[in-house]
């Protein structure tokens, strides 16, 4: 015998099962931390993002050709 769900409705107003509403729930809690992080985040020094020619910075930093180097180039 088949008996309608009574754990919850959703925001349409469609049954939802036990299982949907700890999920919600879940969810709910997880966006809600995110949200939090995102603004601790946004008050931090140094949590920016990177200003500037991010690329020139790196080939600054990087000598030519360095990025695949040979065994006897790693030796040196």
Do not use: F, I
């Not at 966006?31 to 992080?37: C, Q, R, T």
Request: hydrophobic share 40%; proline share 4%.
């Amino acid at each position: 015998m088949a008996t309608k769900g009574s754990a919850g409705k959703s925001a349409t107003g469609a049954s939802m099962s036990k299982y949907d509403v700890e999920v919600e729930g879940r969810l709910q809690a997880l966006e809600a931390a995110v949200a939090s992080l995102q603004s601790a985040a946004a008050d931090c020094p140094g949590t920016s993002a990177v200003g500037g020619d991010l690329e020139a910075a790196v080939r600054a930093l990087v000598k030519p050709g360095s990025l695949n180097p040979t065994a006897d180039e790693l030796d040196q």
